[in-house]
Nanobody, 122 residues
Protein backbone atom coordinates (compact mmCIF):
# COMPACT_ATOMS: atom_id res chain seq x y z
CA UNK A 1 0.00 0.00 0.00
CA UNK A 2 1.01 3.57 -0.69
CA UNK A 3 -0.67 6.45 1.06
CA UNK A 4 -0.68 9.83 -0.66
CA UNK A 5 -1.60 13.23 0.73
CA UNK A 6 -1.73 16.42 -1.32
CA UNK A 7 -1.27 19.95 -0.02
CA UNK A 8 -0.76 23.44 -1.34
CA UNK A 9 -4.02 24.16 -3.09
CA UNK A 10 -5.87 27.42 -2.69
CA UNK A 11 -7.26 30.50 -4.37
CA UNK A 12 -5.05 32.52 -6.70
CA UNK A 13 -5.57 35.23 -9.29
CA UNK A 14 -5.02 34.56 -12.96
CA UNK A 15 -1.35 34.85 -13.80
CA UNK A 16 -0.31 33.75 -10.34
CA UNK A 17 1.50 30.65 -9.11
CA UNK A 18 0.91 27.78 -6.75
CA UNK A 19 3.05 24.83 -5.70
CA UNK A 20 1.34 21.57 -4.91
CA UNK A 21 3.03 18.89 -2.89
CA UNK A 22 2.23 15.22 -2.42
CA UNK A 23 3.67 13.27 0.49
CA UNK A 24 3.89 9.50 0.14
CA UNK A 25 4.22 6.80 2.75
CA UNK A 26 4.28 3.05 2.58
CA UNK A 27 6.22 1.12 0.00
CA UNK A 28 9.45 2.23 -1.66
CA UNK A 29 8.59 5.54 -3.22
CA UNK A 30 11.18 5.42 -5.98
CA UNK A 31 9.61 2.24 -7.35
CA UNK A 32 6.62 4.26 -8.53
CA UNK A 33 6.04 6.65 -11.33
CA UNK A 34 4.03 9.58 -10.04
CA UNK A 35 1.36 11.56 -11.78
CA UNK A 36 -0.78 14.61 -11.25
CA UNK A 37 -4.34 14.67 -12.50
CA UNK A 38 -7.13 17.18 -12.18
CA UNK A 39 -10.89 17.12 -12.28
CA UNK A 40 -12.99 20.18 -12.87
CA UNK A 41 -16.60 20.28 -11.78
CA UNK A 42 -18.74 18.28 -14.17
CA UNK A 43 -15.78 17.00 -16.16
CA UNK A 44 -13.76 13.82 -16.31
CA UNK A 45 -10.46 13.44 -14.54
CA UNK A 46 -7.62 14.43 -16.85
CA UNK A 47 -3.89 13.89 -16.96
CA UNK A 48 -1.68 16.85 -16.07
CA UNK A 49 1.90 15.60 -15.63
CA UNK A 50 3.92 12.53 -14.75
CA UNK A 51 7.45 11.66 -13.70
CA UNK A 52 9.40 8.41 -13.64
CA UNK A 53 10.53 6.78 -10.41
CA UNK A 54 14.06 8.11 -10.79
CA UNK A 55 12.83 11.54 -11.81
CA UNK A 56 14.77 11.29 -15.05
CA UNK A 57 11.81 11.67 -17.39
CA UNK A 58 8.72 13.83 -17.32
CA UNK A 59 5.68 14.29 -19.49
CA UNK A 60 3.02 17.01 -19.61
CA UNK A 61 -0.40 17.57 -21.03
CA UNK A 62 -0.32 20.11 -23.86
CA UNK A 63 -2.57 22.43 -21.87
CA UNK A 64 0.04 22.90 -19.12
CA UNK A 65 3.31 22.45 -21.00
CA UNK A 66 5.63 25.38 -20.38
CA UNK A 67 3.62 26.54 -17.35
CA UNK A 68 3.73 23.57 -14.94
CA UNK A 69 6.75 21.64 -13.70
CA UNK A 70 6.68 18.27 -11.97
CA UNK A 71 9.53 17.20 -9.72
CA UNK A 72 10.20 14.66 -7.01
CA UNK A 73 12.52 14.18 -4.06
CA UNK A 74 12.90 10.49 -3.34
CA UNK A 75 14.83 11.20 -0.13
CA UNK A 76 11.72 12.95 1.21
CA UNK A 77 9.07 10.81 -0.51
CA UNK A 78 7.51 13.85 -2.11
CA UNK A 79 6.40 14.91 -5.56
CA UNK A 80 5.65 18.51 -6.42
CA UNK A 81 3.81 20.40 -9.10
CA UNK A 82 4.91 23.98 -9.64
CA UNK A 83 2.14 25.83 -11.45
CA UNK A 84 2.89 29.21 -13.02
CA UNK A 85 0.86 31.55 -15.21
CA UNK A 86 -2.33 30.03 -13.88
CA UNK A 87 -5.53 30.48 -15.85
CA UNK A 88 -9.18 30.19 -14.76
CA UNK A 89 -9.33 27.01 -16.86
CA UNK A 90 -6.85 25.43 -14.43
CA UNK A 91 -9.49 25.49 -11.69
CA UNK A 92 -10.03 21.92 -10.51
CA UNK A 93 -9.36 19.42 -7.77
CA UNK A 94 -5.80 18.20 -8.24
CA UNK A 95 -4.83 14.63 -7.39
CA UNK A 96 -1.49 12.92 -7.13
CA UNK A 97 -1.25 9.25 -7.99
CA UNK A 98 1.32 6.44 -7.96
CA UNK A 99 1.78 3.84 -10.65
CA UNK A 100 3.87 0.71 -11.11
CA UNK A 101 3.65 1.27 -14.86
CA UNK A 102 4.14 4.26 -17.14
CA UNK A 103 1.06 5.84 -18.62
CA UNK A 104 -1.26 8.81 -18.87
CA UNK A 105 -4.57 7.11 -18.26
CA UNK A 106 -6.06 7.15 -14.76
CA UNK A 107 -6.48 3.37 -14.74
CA UNK A 108 -2.69 3.04 -14.99
CA UNK A 109 -2.40 4.39 -11.46
CA UNK A 110 -2.70 2.16 -8.42
CA UNK A 111 -2.91 4.67 -5.58
CA UNK A 112 -4.54 8.09 -5.28
CA UNK A 113 -4.58 10.94 -2.86
CA UNK A 114 -7.72 12.71 -1.69
CA UNK A 115 -7.14 15.79 -3.80
CA UNK A 116 -6.60 19.48 -3.19
CA UNK A 117 -8.70 22.30 -4.61
CA UNK A 118 -7.11 24.89 -6.88
CA UNK A 119 -9.23 27.89 -7.81
CA UNK A 120 -8.00 30.53 -10.23
CA UNK A 121 -9.99 33.74 -10.35
CA UNK A 122 -10.12 35.96 -13.42
Amino acid sequence: QVQLAESGGGLVQAGGSLRLSCAASGRTFSNYAMGWFRQASGKEREFVARITGSGGSTDYADSVKGRFTISRDNSKNTVNLQMNSLEPEDTAVYYCAAASNWGRRPHTYDYWGQGTQVTVSS
